[in-house]
């Protein structure tokens, strides 16, 4: 049998994996890989124009996707650009396998040029590292890396690919590709559970990433109505359920209303589904009372008691322990668990009611531009974001569906924004695509629009201007007032930057503005950059609703 180069082993394992897409700024380390993909027929590979930008145009493409999002890097400062998505894709559970050259075998050890050791750099930052020395090894260890990425809790594996091995020769034998085993709770587990929670007088479900990861949306709703109970979203999981169900109570996070939280505390009853109740969905882990009895379900045993001790712990995929749990279940039609449900309902629609705009300003007001979107965006959107108080709005506001959908990083990854929405673009090109940046975290990553326009990938970037780093600078207000340093920034015209790269653009300073760049954005061939220009003075959504 013919022998093949080990890049070349590396794209047929990659073949039987049915990776289509994969993300890389290329370099001399994996050559040898990217060799194997010339011309290649059902691979494509997208160069970016940052390590940054491209794994987290791979995580976000995971996401949407939900299968194994795909990225490669050189070795050395390649790989360490490239982290800032592992750990992104770590923290939010996204499976991912990233590709990263390595130096020759004989020099490891040595501080050669450029070298990293990344089996101990990213043994923090990822769900596993595996170093790759033996051509004839590849389909074995780079299977099991896609198979780490799709198990359990998902999650990034690295694969480090010293230079000269991808250079030696061996007959390729297809690797086994073992499929992925979902835990389930036994019957009795599950019936107990749900028993609690139906006796409780004042109970919650707070859902997270594993609902949606096992798409178990539907079941979530079934469980929700014939319980009832209230549905609490964690940080940046909104598609846990359509917004606008009579069950859905809110969400949590940063900025979240004061009220839910306080019945959250009080509760008799916590049903945790797929979250591990992270710092922030908690108010850094505040949120549940001494008193309150937690049952949490979630696909990895790892992850459970992580931030609170619990009273039942159920390894389980969602949507298998969903749909166990649905035959035991008659609709409660309990007179005062009805009216518990309607008050966490009704607390949630008057906390996220946009208020009225206050007319002709001298800057464009960001509860005028939510009220506008929500109004003019279609079915089958997609809304990606970066960290940053702007964010507030797309939070408190914003209404999400199965159809209306968002995908951000609950790492809180500062330029994810653009790079994710060309990734959700890819997975789903048929969807309207819309990312929001502030201008801090939009410049980290800007560069990414020549991306768009030689890859032909069509977003909207939408990029709220206030010409500071605003969170850092609310923070900086509240515990160092009046010692303003290193937030103020100078920015480029938008605009103009977006149409040198050939993109189209339009910049709104005034509310009534907004309808109609949106109109030309959905309308143009190519990526559209909207510049908001925003008050300096209104620094967070809490602000802008007291003003």
Not at 305 to 328: E, H, N, R
Request: glycine share 8%.
């Amino acid at each position: 049998m013919e022998k093949m180069l080990g890049g070349h082993i590396v794209v047929k394992v990659l073949e039987k994996e049915n990776v289509t897409k994969a993300f890389c700024v290329p370099g001399e380390s994996y050559l040898g890989v990217i060799d194997g993909l010339y011309e290649h027929s059902t691979i494509d590979l997208i160069s970016t124009r940052h390590e940054g930008g491209a794994s987290f145009m791979a995580e976000a493409y995971a996401k949407a996707t939900g299968d194994v999002g795909v990225c490669m890097a050189t070795r050395g400062p390649g790989a360490t650009n490239l982290s800032i998505g592992l750990h992104t894709a770590m923290q939010d559970s996204t499976p991912l396998v990233a590709l990263i050259g390595q130096v020759e075998r004989s020099f490891l050890g040595r501080e050669a040029f450029q070298e990293v050791d990344f089996e101990a750099y990213f043994s923090h930052l990822c769900k596993k590292a595996i170093e790759i020395k033996d051509v004839n090894r590849i389909p074995e260890l780079l299977h099991q890396a896609f198979y780490e990425a799709r198990s359990g809790r998902p999650g990034p594996v690295v694969v480090s690919l010293p230079h000269d091995m991808l250079e030696d020769k061996a007959v390729y034998k297809p690797g086994k590709k073992p499929a992925v085993q979902l835990p389930e709770a036994s019957e009795q587990t599950v019936q107990e559970a749900i028993a609690k929670v139906q006796q409780a007088e004042r109970p919650f479900i707070i859902a997270g990433g594993g609902v949606i990861a096992s798409e178990a949306q539907e079941e979530l709703i079934l469980l929700a109505e014939r319980l009832q109970v209230p549905v609490v979203s964690a940080f940046r999981r909104f598609n846990i359920m359509d917004n606008y169900h009579e069950n859905y109570a809110g969400w949590l996070g940063f900025g979240a209303n004061p009220n839910l939280l306080q019945q959250i505390k009080v509760a008799d009853v916590v049903l945790v589904l797929g979250t591990r109740l992270s710092q922030v969905s908690t108010m850094d882990y505040t949120l549940i009372g001494e008193n309150t009895e937690i049952i949490q379900v979630d696909i990895d045993a790892g992850s459970i008691g992580k931030s609170y001790p619990v009273d039942q712990a159920i390894v389980s995929d969602m949507k298998l322990f969903l749909q166990k749990a649905l035959p035991f279940l008659e609709n409660n039609t309990d007179d005062t668990r009805q009216a518990f449900v309607k008050k966490q309902r009704e607390a949630y629609v008057t906390h996220s009611t946009v208020p009225a705009a206050d007319g002709d300003t001298s800057y464009a007001e960001m509860n005028d531009v939510i009220a506008n979107l929500m109004e003019m965006i279609s079915d089958n959107s997609v809304l990606t974001s970066d960290a940053g108080n702007f964010y507030g709005w797309l939070a408190r506001y914003f209404k999400y569906t199965d159809k209306k959908q968002y995908i951000g990083p609950t790492s809180g990854a500062m330029g994810y924004g653009l790079p994710a929405a060309l990734g959700v673009k890819v997975a789903r090109p048929n969807d309207t695509v819309i990312s929001f940046s502030g201008d801090g975290g939009f410049m980290m990553t800007a560069q990414e629009l020549e991306t768009a326009v030689r890859e032909n990938i069509k977003v909207i970037a939408v990029v709220v201007n206030n010409n500071m780093f605003g969170t850092i600078r609310n923070h900086q207000e509240i515990h160092f007032p009046g010692r303003v340093i290193s937030t103020p920034l100078t920015n480029p015209d938008f605009v103009e930057m977006a149409k040198l790269y050939g993109c189209h653009g339009a910049t709104v300073t005034k509310n009534n503005q907004f309808p109609q760049a949106f109109e030309a954005a959905l309308a143009s061939d190519k990526t559209f950059v909207i510049e908001i220009r925003t008050s300096p003075d209104i620094l967070s959504v809490a602000q802008a609703a007291k003003s």
